[in-house]
């Protein structure tokens, strides 16, 4: 388990995915800034490619097979679907903050009944 | 199926066995001990960027300054295509450094930067709601490790680099071929009898069904991604619409 002696394994990158995918959770849940939401997003999003990643390597995994593909090839789909929802997410951003002059997602609150 | 009694003490003891190391494990049997030419650097250089990306990604969670914040996230970022490069995944990481870190996070500094005036440079959270969050990372931070570490085959420890034959296989050309529906690894079964058995494993006919290219995907992304520009030009068109008539309503 020590990545200094031993070969690193997929359990490795697994905590890393874990730890990056509970920072964006919580930077999606805390923060009322609406751009440190959409860090949030892209945290969790990361934590995902990571997880993605490992289990497709053939490096870390000597039974790795069609996922060494397959891994990959998803991985690009998250990052450019990311890219997406990125720049969709920041025009909203940028209208509700030309509207409201604010973006405080706490004080978007016009939708409530 | 093992007790929750039994996995959670394994659970608990993973992280802390790699984080013992870092606290002063390594010094001992690491780096005194071992001859620099028995160093694992792929280790080494793992553990150097899973520390910069999971700390600068817990950072990123505790500043509050919205510009640190972006400086925080393009690091861990960063650091994680170096997970990428370490992985094998040299065109994934490649991608991440161009696309992630290239041009998503300059829009979101670009966005950072349009909205930054001073009251929302740093908007704080309640206490009640940081100590809420904390509650709720911890629970989820146990169960993705308990469910990483609950799995025998993902605790296998993976190969050194060296022991592939010092090569590893380049990555680009079959992801290629599978954005345009050819799997090169698997090849059909036509492809496999022209080829006179392929890859002898035997599994290809039934398994070749599921394990087809990705062309069908890779169009839909690319439409989607057209839509979704255009749908973002066109909310940033109907701002400036809608200022220009508020600027002659207002010049009335």
Redesign the interface.
Known sequence: MNPLVDPVGVVHYLVVGAVLFTAGIVCMAVKRNALGVLMGIELVLNGANVNFVAFGSPVLRADAGPLAIDGPVIALFVIVLAAAEAAVALAITLNFYNNHSTVDVDRADELKG | MMPSTLLGPASLL??T??LG?VAG??TA??FAM?PLAA??W???F??AF?VV??VM??A??LADN?VR??FY?VL??GA?AG??F????E??GA??LM??VG???V??V???M??AQAP?VS???ATG??VL??I??AS??AV??QA??SVH?????????G??GGV??P?ST??GM??VGV?V??PSPGLAQENGGGNGDGSGGA?AGG?SG?LL?FEI?SV??LV??V???Y??R??RR??SRELSEAAR
């Open positions: 993973g992280p066995s790699l190391f494990g390594g049997c690491g071992v160093v694992n792929h280790g080494l793992f553990l899973a990306a999971c990604a817990v990123v969670v919205v914040m972006a996230l861990s970022l994680t997970l990428f370490l992985a094998g995944a065109f994934v991608m991440q696309i992630y041009g998503t996070l829009l979101l670009f966005g950072v349009l909205t929302f908007i704080k959270t709601d940081r969050a904390g709720v990372a989820l931070l993705l490790l990483a570490f085959a993902w605790r296998e420890p993976g190969r050194f680099p022991d592939t590893v296989e990555m079959p992801l599978a954005l799997r690894d698997d398994a394990r990705y995907p992304v989607h991604l979704v520009l749908g973002a030009a909310l940033a109907a701002k809608r200022s």
